[in-house]
Nanobody, 116 residues
């Protein structure tokens, strides 16, 4: 199993920045991909960004491209999401997700609120 713990959420004004972290523990050697998703009130959970755990190749949702950067520190088993130029529409609970062969793990989420 893989355990995921997110941190770094908070309240920020529009235009500000936050950096989210997600620490993975357990069978981290089985991780293939790590992702960030988010869920705003009354909306479905949506994809934000993904990164290959070994190669580092990344991809982003169009809504965050150019503003958010996903990265990872494999030695620390930590995933990051640097969020710049935040908008009120970015307000959501942000979830870390780890993909292993035939399964997927989720963290508990961290709240991000962006005020206008």
């Amino acid at each position: 199993q893989v355990q995921l713990v997110e941190s770094g959420g908070g309240l920020v004004q529009a235009g500000g920045s936050l950096r989210l972290s997600c620490v993975a523990s357990g069978r981290t050697s089985s991780i293939l991909l790590m992702n960030w998703f988010r869920q705003a009130p009354g909306k479905e959970r949506e994809f934000v960004a993904t990164i290959q755990w070994s190669g580092g190749s990344s991809n982003y949702a169009d809504s965050v491209k150019g503003r958010f950067t996903i990265s990872r520190d494999s030695a620390k088993n930590t995933l990051y999401l640097q969020m710049n130029s935040l908008k009120p529409d970015d307000t959501a609970v942000y979830y870390c997700n780890a993909r292993v062969p035939a399964y997927s793990y989720w963290g508990q989420g961290t709240q991000v609120a962006v005020s206008s």
